[in-house]
């Protein structure tokens, strides 16, 4: 399976950039993660958006979920177009029914994922681990039965995040503070508890994501080399992972 950084950014996008969204692709499978703001726009570079198959929403935040309605306009245009008629699922939690219901338009279709459950999605099982967030919402362990990759969402540091993201191939971790910073009451992590996530659970390579828009972003990958011996990337757009 194949990754590409979309957006990254925490809060709102720094010029000509996006906020949260990934796009997971496998034999010509291909899973938006997130759709954040400017999210639609910076997509378009890699893929036309109606080759995208499915998309999987972690929660309802607008860093996360901006462009959903966009990216439903530019479903319904196509339709014209191009004389398309495809339905576009868009699998997400229903502990926020109202941002739930909002996923459904003309041509695309909320589906209700169970978080204790593993969901299949093209090529991919998709786990759930409810994060610490204002929120609620869910990071994920994707697999397609020879890699694995972790996407913690948004979040604070929790010990649970070791035995779910233990021995995955790519962790990409909510870096939002800097190491001298408490991101806790934020729902947020610093470049240290990233990395130690990575490093407790035997990860082989770590990106780190949702970046501050201040400071010296390279200062993150230096202090979590700090904590995690393994490869460490800054998320940044075009970032691509695996094949």
């Not at 390579?205 to 990337?233: C, D, M, W």
Request: net charge negative; proline share 3%; glycine share 8%.
């Amino acid at each position: 399976m194949k990754l590409t950084v979309i957006g990254y950014w925490g809060g709102f996008p720094a010029p000509v950039s996006a906020t949260s969204s990934y796009l997971l692709e496998k034999d010509g499978f291909s899973l938006l993660i997130d759709v954040g703001s400017g999210a639609l726009s910076r997509l378009q570079q890699f893929k036309h958006v109606l080759d995208i198959d499915a998309v999987i929403l972690s929660h309802y935040h607008h860093d996360h979920v901006a462009d959903i309605g966009v990216l439903q306009y530019a479903w319904l245009v196509q339709s014209y177009v191009v004389g398309n008629k495809d339905i576009l699922p868009i699998y997400a939690h229903t502990e926020d029914r109202e941002g739930f219901n909002k996923l459904t338009h003309e041509y695309t279709e909320a589906i209700a994922y169970n978080p204790s459950e593993t969901l299949t999605v093209g090529p991919f099982q998709i786990d759930f681990l409810k994060t610490k967030h204002p929120v609620p919402c869910y990071g994920m362990r994707i697999t397609d039965g020879e890699k694995v990759l972790v996407y913690t969402a948004d979040t604070s540091f929790q010990e649970e995040w070791i035995s779910f993201s233990r021995d995955a191939d790519v962790l990409i971790t909510d870096c939002n503070f800097y190491e001298d910073q408490d991101g806790s009451q934020a729902g947020h992590m610093t470049s240290i508890e990233g990395a130690t996530i990575a490093r407790e659970a035997n990860v082989k390579e770590l990106i780190l994501s949702h970046l501050p828009q201040y400071g010296n972003r390279q200062e993150l990958v230096e202090q979590a080399s700090k904590v995690f011996a393994g490869s460490i990337q800054l998320a940044e757009e075009g970032l691509t992972w695996g094949k």
